[in-house]
């Protein structure tokens, strides 16, 4: 046995899901579906891959300020230190390929963030921690919109609808099912279409595996028969 013959025996196996997955993403979603893998990468904390991840990203036309933007979109759901790790792989990749480019910059109103999240979630988070002891029931809701909203959605970079569908991959990969409700109907109300929610998250099958993205495709399309029966 050579030193990769253990892994090559895998990636046989693999190869197909991979192939068909990214087959059907190419029909049924534009090359933005490329940035998928590396929300999971991230959301792992699985380092190797977001190189290679990155050069297809940009090899693709993605633009340094839509990959740089959708990764910062992540730290307030998987927290700044996974978010940094993968930086560092993405700088690599920038600096290799001498990647220059002019950095976002704040462009929408005042309060933009929380605007979008009285649209989409109403009081959801502030309601259900209304309980807790010592004003943390206070910290949590408002931290959630000044930070989550406030700090990322100023910058038009991404539109509101891309940055809800990315988060509620991010929320499907990590297997939270209480936010993947509330973010399946945020995105839906955002402007994704149930089409697009669905074949974006089965870009995350070879990632994740059936079992997550079953439920989660299922818990979007119960969003939608929601949405579509209280809009009637």
Not at 91 to 118: E, L, R, S, Y
């Amino acid at each position: 046995m050579n030193d990769k013959q253990a892994i090559e025996g895998f990636s046989k196996r693999i190869a197909p899901l991979v192939g068909a997955v990214e087959h059907s993403g190419a029909m049924h979603l534009s090359s933005d579906r490329l940035l998928i893998p590396l929300i999971a990468s991230i959301c792992q904390g699985t380092i190797p891959p977001i190189t290679a991840q990155t050069q297809a990203i940009l090899a693709a036309g993605i633009s340094p300020q839509i990959l740089l933007e959708t990764v910062y979109q992540l730290s307030p759901v998987v927290g700044s230190l996974r978010v940094e790790s993968a930086l560092a792989a993405i700088q690599d990749v920038f600096t290799a390929q001498q990647i220059t480019f002019t950095p976002a910059i704040p462009d929408q109103t005042d309060g933009f963030g929380a605007q979008a999240q009285a649209a989409l979630y109403g009081t959801e988070i502030k309601n259900l921690l209304k309980d807790l002891p010592d004003s943390a029931g206070e910290f949590i809701p408002a931290a959630l919109t000044n930070h989550f909203f406030n700090d990322y959605y100023q910058y038009g970079v991404l539109s509101v609808k891309d940055r809800e569908r990315y988060e509620l991959l991010a929320l499907i990969t990590m297997n939270v099912s209480f936010q993947i409700n509330a973010h399946a109907r945020g995105s839906l109300k955002a402007g994704n279409t149930e089409r697009e929610l669905v074949w974006s998250a089965i870009q995350l099958l070879p990632y994740i595996g059936f079992p997550l993205v079953i439920n989660s495709v299922q818990a979007i399309h119960q969003a939608a028969l929601a949405l579509t029966n209280h809009n009637n």
